[in-house]
């Protein structure tokens, strides 16, 4: 009897052990390592409506199969990192995060306010994310989109590269190919003209505003004028927001 105690002992201390180290976290890095994008629901004893937050991310799986969904109480102590580095302590919940298939938190939204068509096209392509994260890093981003048989591919190709030397470091260059349906979306976001018989390249700044659109060849002293402006106005453009405009204002 005495012996079976001490094991029931141990395996409950086993299980509490191991539910310590249970975290949206280690879900996510999980998600991201089979090539699954990610929707996160953070919660605490406060939020409402969680069943029908669970049915909305459910119905956006469907809609996009290769996801993953992940739960997040952000009252649980195992969680503070993840809580801290997303700055969801005041957030309202229930919200809505979403999670790239390489693991990187790209946009959230409070689940009241969210669609199922919202949640699943804010699943960034692989390109945005990388440009996203390149953003995040402090860089400003040459988005070029090409076709491989554009004959100036190479020239625009050359001029970023050298674009970046200038910048030292500040800066990265990302392609995109027009012919990959995994971007035609992004592509579609951010305005492109997929006619175009010549690469076109679009400058963010390192605040992610679009400060400069070129078709063709390209000077590089263009290209770093561009990346080192900020663009003025109430709402400019950018990666995260391409339709970001100024209303008139209300009276």
């Known amino acids: 009897m005495m012996l079976r105690k001490v094991f029931v002992h ?10 310590s180290f249970a975290s949206a976290q280690n879900d996510l890095d999980a998600a991201a390592k089979a090539g699954k994008a990610a929707f996160i629901l953070v919660y605490d004893q406060t939020a409402l409506d969680l069943d029908q937050s669970r ?3 459910s119905a956006a799986m469907t809609e996009f199969p290769k996801s993953a969904k992940i739960e997040l109480d952000r009252s649980n102590p195992a969680e503070a990192d993840f809580v801290a580095k997303y700055k969801l302590s005041s957030a309202p919940v229930p919200l809505i995060l979403v999670a790239s298939t390489s693991g990187m938190v ?3 939204v409070v689940a009241k306010q969210a669609t199922i068509d ?9 390109k945005k994310t990388e440009i996203i994260r390149a953003l995040s890093d402090g860089n400003a981003v040459f988005i ?3 076709r491989k048989s554009m004959k100036s591919v190479e020239t625009v190709n050359s001029s970023c590269a050298m674009a970046c030397q ?3 470091g500040k800066s990265v260059q990302v392609k995109v190919n027009m012919d990959d349906p995994a971007e035609a979306g992004f592509l579609t976001e951010m305005k492109v003209n997929l006619a175009s018989t010549e690469p076109v390249t679009l400058v963010a700044n390192a605040q992610g505003q679009v400060s400069g659109t070129y078709t063709g060849a390209v000077e590089v002293a ?6 080192t402006k900020k ?9 995260s927001n391409p339709s970001a405009s100024c209303g008139p204002t209300k009276k």
Do not use: N
């Open 55 to 57: 049915e909305m991310i």
């Open 106 to 108: 790209t946009g959230g």
């Open 118 to 126: 919202q949640l699943v096209k804010m699943i960034p392509s692989p």
């Open 10 to 19: 141990v395996l409950a201390l086993t299980m509490v052990a191991a539910a």
């Open 222 to 227: 263009s290209l770093v004028t561009s990346a």
């Open 144 to 146: 070029t989109a090409y």
């Open 166 to 168: 200038q910048m030292a």
């Open 231 to 239: 663009v003025g106005g109430c709402c400019a453009p950018t990666v």
